[in-house]
């Protein structure tokens, strides 16, 4: 039976072996500066030499149909389990391998140790994406300048290089095809937009969204704004003022905290800042959160708040929230008297609104949850009969259940809970 160790490669890979077990437990404490900097260069070099290596035998095990020998659906769930690396590992393995195989110039840089693995799939991919009907020689010259730029650049730079890798080599033909790149990635942008919201039961919502690129960054920019050490700083001037009859002269000194929770804080800021003016209007009213809370717990109660969503927040939270643009107060004291136009206006009126969704809390039909901002205010008295644009003679319904209302196929009744409930004729 001939042995694996008769080819060159499996001969080279065992003499590795060999000399690596010289040093295995050599101590390193009498490395000195120049030499341990040495040393780890070397070995990056080496572990790309060997990289090289590894991505010739994984195409070649395609070819050999290296997968048969334990009946794996392909080579690269044969090498996860053959080296314990997770498939998700493999598999890019294999992607980078058969990238090499299709240019020779990046495999043969990352045999000499010129690049590493990081750049070597940064390349091959941006190398990819460059027009199919792209001229073979202008193919060769961009993957020669992208090896160049290696020397100097990390992978993250090539990525943006190998974007524009074409008004190097080509500009003639890089404008017409980097707009019709960007036009396809904005499209598809536009498609995969999404925005995921889910309460975690502590009094927070989290969250994670996917944008487009510059509406990411027009995000990142108002935060940065919100979050910058001259606005925080202005911030906490304003509220010793408010809090204080005697000021230090000292400037305050922001607090230093990680970006993470930095930006956070001028997210919420960016958010309770919104000015409901400028943002569309849902069911009638604009897109604003309305707090409900007695005049006791306005002026410095402690009875929790109520939002028209049905959450509850702290009284001090609420007073804070109150002076806030994206939030409406609905301040309830003693017998308050609920808002009348009368005859003059058929619609009800933004304030009205408010009021219906404080008192109803979204749709007044028996068994229905949607929220007020789904509902339509609906006239208990028609207004074609002399009905009044009254709160206390409307109520919200959603448009559902506002058809049915209308629908003489149906009979209604209002019970003391001023719940409605339909019941068809017979």
């Known amino acids: 039976m001939a042995t694996t160790a008769a080819h060159p490669i499996n001969g080279a890979v065992a003499r590795m072996h060999s000399v690596l077990d010289e040093v295995a437990e050599v101590p390193t404490w009498s490395m000195g500066q120049a030499a341990t900097a040495e040393a780890l260069v070397d070995i990056s070099r080496v572990e790309a030499r060997l990289l090289e290596v ?36 493999s598999f890019r393995e294999v992607r980078l391998a058969a990238g090499l195989g299709r240019y020779d110039v990046v495999r043969e840089a990352l045999g000499r140790g010129d690049v590493i693995a990081e750049q070597a799939s940064v390349i091959c991919t ?107 700083i202005a911030n906490r001037a304003a509220d010793d003022a408010d809090g204080q009859d005697e000021q230090d002269e000292q400037a305050p000194v922001p607090v230093r905290r990680p970006t993470a929770q930095r930006l956070g804080a001028a997210f919420v800021e960016l958010v309770e800042r919104l000015d409901p003016h400028s943002l569309p209007q849902a069911g009638g009213v604009n897109a604003t959160v309305v707090v409900t809370m007695t005049l006791e717990s306005l ?18 939270t609420a007073r804070r929230l109150a002076c806030e643009a994206g939030v409406v107060p609905a301040v309830l004291g003693g017998k308050s008297q609920p808002l009348d136009v009368g005859r003059s206006q058929r619609l009800f009126t933004g ?4 009021a219906l969704g404080a008192r109803d809390g979204g749709c007044t039909a028996q068994g229905c949850d949607a929220p007020p901002a789904m509902c339509h205010a609906h006239h208990d008295d028609l207004w074609s009969h002399q009905g009044r644009t009254a709160v206390e003679r409307g109520r919200l319904l959603c448009p559902f259940h506002h058809r049915r209302i209308h629908d003489p196929e149906y009979e209604v009744e209002v019970g003391a809970d001023n719940q409605v409930s339909f019941h068809r004729r017979t």
């Open 54 to 89: 590894r991505s010739r035998l994984l195409s070649h095990a395609e070819t050999v149909a290296v997968a048969e020998t334990n009946a794996s659906p392909s080579v690269a769930v044969w090498h996860s389990n053959a080296t314990r690396s997770t498939k998700r590992e």
């Open 126 to 232: 941006a190398l990819d994406e460059l027009p199919d009907d792209l001229d073979a020689g202008v193919l060769e010259q961009a993957a020669k300048a992208l090896v160049a730029f290696a020397e100097v650049h990390d992978a993250k730079a090539l990525r943006v290089l190998g974007r524009r890798i074409l008004e190097v080599v080509a500009p003639e033909v890089a404008e017409a095809w980097e707009a019709e790149q960007l036009d396809r990635e904005e499209r598809e942008a536009e498609k995969s937009s999404v925005f995921r919201m889910r309460e975690d039961g502590r009094g927070r919502i989290k969250g994670s969204f996917t944008v487009p690129l510059l509406v990411g960054q027009m995000l990142e920019r108002a935060l940065l704004a919100f979050a910058s050490p001259k606005h925080q």
């Open 299 to 316: 002026k410095d109660g402690l009875a929790a708040a109520t939002l028209d969503t049905g959450d509850r927040i702290s009284a001090a």
């Open 351 to 354: 304030p009205q609104r408010i």
